[in-house]
């Protein structure tokens, strides 16, 4: 399988493990639309590829992913079609991320935040750097966590907390997030790599079969959730992002000052 041809992904192999870096350093790996379509064509290309039985998710720089970019919902805001557009590409970004059959280890080697945090929490082994932080701020911005953190949360660390930290918006140290069962591993950031190859190397030398099968069991119950909230939750997202609760969290962010809700 050639993974050529991607601008906003870094794409190396190594034996049977393939590497999946984002590549928005600048922009701390924020989730653009053209990112998430090419990471939607990865996962795609990625049930054709039999070279490939391991894969790692990263980013490149200092964050894992700073989450969606914010100048996108200013150029969708209003606009239908472009709505629409982003409804269906974040839904078949979710779904098609729960259907890759390989296992897929998340390096977190810094903030994983927003959408960065459910790419994460979405991969099969979670191995963060201890100076990361991992959270869902919509709220914060005047948005409804419906783009698959209400898929995740709920599920890894149950309803109580999954609203305590989607309602607050409060990020998590990578030491907190491995106690309460947000994550697998926390570990010093000397030693991500380590740990990462380690659990790779172990996927990739086992009964290939028995390991995606096993995933495939274990992923029903985040496709069922899936199927129950997603669409709902995209749906609040969409109009939340048409909000002027929104608008001033934009323009605040970048008038670098704190926003002033009113509820609207």
Same mark, same amino acid.
């Given at each position: 399988?050639?993974?050529?041809?991607?601008?906003?992904?870094?794409?190396?192999?190594?034996?049977?493990?393939?590497?999946?870096?984002?590549?928005?350093?600048?922009?701390?790996?924020?989730?653009?639309?053209?990112?998430?379509?090419?990471?939607?064509?990865?996962?795609?290309?990625?049930?054709?590829?039999?070279?490939?039985?391991?894969?790692?998710?990263?980013?490149?720089?200092?964050?894992?992913?700073?989450?969606?970019?914010?100048?996108?919902?200013?150029?969708?805001?209003?606009?239908?079609?472009?709505?629409?557009?982003?409804?269906?590409?974040?839904?078949?970004?979710?779904?098609?991320?729960?259907?890759?059959?390989?296992?897929?280890?998340?390096?977190?080697?810094?903030?994983?935040?927003?959408?960065?945090?459910?790419?994460?929490?979405?991969?099969?082994?979670?191995?963060?750097?201890?100076?990361?932080?991992?959270?869902?701020?919509?709220?914060?911005?005047?948005?409804?966590?419906?783009?698959?953190?209400?898929? #995740?949360?709920?599920? +890894?660390?149950?309803? /109580?907390? @999954?609203? !305590?930290? &989607?309602?607050? %918006?409060?990020?998590?140290?990578? =030491?907190?997030?491995?106690?309460?069962?947000?994550?697998?591993?926390?570990?010093?950031?000397?030693?991500?790599?380590?740990?990462?190859?380690?659990?790779?190397?172990?996927?990739?030398?086992?009964?290939?079969?028995?390991?995606?099968?096993?995933? #495939?069991?274990?992923? +029903?119950?985040?496709? /069922?959730? @899936?199927? !129950?909230? &997603?669409?709902? %939750?995209?749906?609040?997202?969409? =109009?939340?992002?048409?909000?002027?609760?929104?608008?001033?969290?934009?323009?605040?962010?970048?008038?670098?000052?704190?926003?002033?809700?009113?509820?609207?």
């Amino acid at each position: 399988m050639d993974h050529n041809g991607y601008r906003q992904l870094l794409i190396e192999r190594q034996d049977r493990v393939l590497r999946v870096s984002l590549n928005a350093p600048d922009k701390l790996n924020a989730i653009g639309f053209e990112m998430e379509s090419e990471l939607l064509r990865l996962f795609q290309d990625l049930r054709r590829d039999r070279d490939s039985v391991v894969v790692v998710v990263t980013g490149v720089g200092k964050a894992f992913s700073a989450g969606g970019d914010l100048n996108r919902s200013l150029e969708i805001r209003g606009d239908t079609a472009l709505l629409k557009e982003e409804f269906d590409l974040a839904r078949r970004f979710v779904n098609t991320l729960l259907d890759v059959e390989q296992p897929i280890v998340a390096r977190i080697n810094g903030d994983a935040i927003g959408l960065g945090a459910t790419l994460a929490l979405l991969c099969d082994i979670t191995i963060a750097a201890d100076t990361a932080r991992i959270g869902d701020p919509h709220v914060r911005v005047g948005l409804v966590a419906g783009d698959g953190g209400a898929v #995740a949360w709920p599920l +890894l660390v149950g309803y /109580a907390r @999954a609203k !305590q930290y &989607l309602l607050g %918006g409060d990020l998590l140290a990578a =030491a907190e997030a491995q106690r309460i069962g947000l994550i697998n591993f926390s570990v010093p950031e000397a030693e991500l790599d380590g740990a990462v190859d380690r659990w790779a190397a172990r996927l990739a030398a086992g009964a290939h079969n028995a390991v995606q099968w096993t995933k #495939a069991t274990l992923n +029903l119950g985040l496709k /069922a959730q @899936a199927a !129950q909230v &997603l669409d709902a %939750g995209l749906a609040y997202e969409i =109009a939340s992002l048409q909000s002027n609760d929104h608008l001033e969290a934009v323009r605040a962010f970048q008038e670098k000052r704190a926003p002033r809700f009113t509820g609207h």
